[in-house]
Every structure is written in C-alpha cells, then in structure tokens.
C-alpha cells in the first residue's frame, strides 16, 4: 500500500473504505492508517504500508472478497488476508 503524507491520509482512507464496501460493511470510521515518522521531512509523518479496517459485524469478516483478493491501486498491488 502507498505511503502517503498526512495531507493525503483522508483522501486514501476513503478510497479504501469506498472498496471494502464494495463487498462488505466497513464501520463509517474503520479504516486506520498509523503513522510513522518521515525520514525526508523531519517533523512530518507518513502512513505506514498497511491498514486496519473494521468491519460491523463479525459475518462480514467472514465473507471473504474472492473477486479481491489481489486489487491494484494507485499503481500498488493490494493483498487481502483472511
């Protein structure tokens, strides 16, 4: 997944939570990005190259997005593991 800069974290969290609704429901607020430390800009931060997404309720983590298990994103291959 993209590293991005803070001012673009927004704009990926929501392109992720639009795709995982795509097959399941994703919490309006279950997409995480953590942040770390950027070695070009000291003082400002990147996402780290993954994501925690909630879902709302345990059967939708369950139901597996066989259609996406390799998604391409961004011009990064995305892989889901359940």
């Given at each position: 997944?993209?590293?991005v800069?803070?001012?673009k974290?927004d704009?990926l969290?929501?392109?992720?939570?639009?795709?995982?609704?795509?097959?399941?429901n994703?919490k309006d607020?279950?997409?995480?990005?953590?942040?770390?430390p950027?070695?070009?800009?000291?003082?400002?931060?990147?996402t780290?190259?993954?994501?925690?997404v909630?879902?709302?309720t345990?059967k939708?983590?369950?139901?597996?997005?066989?259609s996406?298990s390799?998604?391409?994103?961004?011009?990064?291959?995305?892989?889901?593991?359940?």
């Amino acid at each position: 997944m993209p590293q991005v800069s803070a001012e673009k974290e927004d704009k990926l969290k929501n392109v992720l939570r639009k795709t995982f609704k795509s097959f399941s429901n994703v919490k309006d607020d279950g997409v995480h990005l953590l942040p770390i430390p950027d070695p070009a800009n000291p003082g400002a931060t990147l996402t780290q190259s993954f994501a925690f997404v909630e879902f709302e309720t345990a059967k939708d983590v369950r139901t597996p997005p066989f259609s996406f298990s390799s998604l391409r994103l961004l011009k990064f291959r995305f892989f889901f593991y359940f």
